[in-house]
């Protein structure tokens, strides 16, 4: 049996940074994921300043492909604006794999399906065991399936429902575009440009409201490629989405459970606003290694539900994401007693 003090599921963005945190604190722990990286990753891979100050990572010393944009446009039904906001944006298939280059500990290619306690141990498929344990495997991660789902589900009203393509493409616009509640859709989309020739376009709508809606989510997707084309961001291009889902930031939290921890995505952690999960999962995997290194309490209260960092500026978001699915959620329980 291999043993470590700390067993981190899952090697995205939250594992690596969780086990670089713990190796900088001098603390022994190895890495599960079932893929080997790099490995193909949907994601917008959006990495804001404060992204980079927590990984301690310099824009200009990343030695993978970094875009930097100095402005975003925001698009409404009725208006939009732009802003200027120096943002990155990243591979996920290169980000990822530096992390966990960089983790610098044992990763061991191996799907968790079985977690037992024994003996004040958390042993994993009777081949691995440790001391404290870190679920990071998003939002289908086997640590929260198998010791926080009946404790703390993740509310159905924060699903979020994802069609996602990246690919090569020799844009000429370096700015991000956001469209809120376009034709529509109750949620978001985005087109996002990365290094080295590569755009990543997608579309996050908040599952509980499409069942209120009269368009299924590909018919969204159809009406932001369009989109696309007329403001000549994406012509020619034939896509080929796929599909996934995670869950925004529960209000009620508990993502420790005796020396058990779930960051990132398997705690359901993306922001209010922008539906940003990065940046949450790298700060709530630092806050579990250092409540694993101290023993301090481990709190998710510094991890913020807003990407912008204010909630004035981010209740309106709040308003079309939280407050409507959670009333169209109550709309469902409804018509489900009445029918």
């Not at 997707?221 to 896509?239: I, M, P, S, Y």
């Not at 999960?277 to 290194?293: C, D, M, T």
């Amino acid at each position: 049996m291999i043993e470590a003090e700390t067993i981190i599921v899952g090697g995205g963005p939250a594992g690596s940074a969780c086990a670089w945190k713990l190796k900088q604190r001098g603390r022994d722990s190895i890495i599960l994921d079932k893929q080997t990286f790099p490995r193909l990753k949907l994601c917008g891979g959006w990495i804001t300043p404060q992204v980079a100050e927590d990984l301690e990572l310099h824009a200009d010393r990343y030695p993978r492909g970094l875009l930097t944009f100095e402005k975003i446009h925001f698009h409404f039904p009725k208006f939009g604006f732009s802003t200027t906001s120096r943002q990155h944006s990243v591979r996920r298939y290169e980000f990822d794999a530096w992390l966990l280059e960089r983790a610098g500990v044992p990763v061991h290619e191996h799907e968790v399906r079985e977690i037992r306690r024994e003996n004040g141990y958390y042993v994993l498929d009777g081949a691995y065991r440790a001391r404290y344990l870190v679920g990071a495997g998003g939002t289908a991660c086997p640590v929260y399936r198998s010791l926080f789902r009946e404790i703390n589900a993740h509310p159905k009203y924060l699903q979020t429902a994802t069609l996602e393509q990246e690919f090569a493409y020799d844009y000429t616009e370096r700015d991000c575009h956001l469209w809120f509640g376009h034709q529509g859709l109750p949620g978001y989309a985005w087109y996002v440009p990365k290094a080295n020739g590569y755009v990543n376009v997608g579309i996050g709508a908040m599952s509980v409201q499409m069942k209120f809606s009269d368009k299924d989510i590909h018919e969204y997707w159809q009406a932001l490629t369009g989109e696309l084309r007329r403001r000549g961001l994406v012509t020619g291009h034939d896509f080929q989405p796929k599909g996934y889902s995670y869950f925004l930031r529960n209000p009620v939290q508990m993502a420790q459970s005796e020396r058990a921890f779930l960051v990132g995505d398997a705690a359901g952690l993306a922001t209010w606003d922008l539906a940003e999960g990065i940046g949450p999962a790298i700060r709530s995997a630092i806050l579990a290694a250092e409540a694993i290194a101290t023993g301090k309490p481990y709190s998710l209260a510094s991890v913020g539900r807003y990407s912008g960092g204010s909630a004035l500026l981010g209740f309106p978001f709040k308003y079309l994401f939280v407050n409507k699915s959670r009333a169209a959620a109550r709309r469902l329980v409804h018509q489900a007693a009445t029918s």
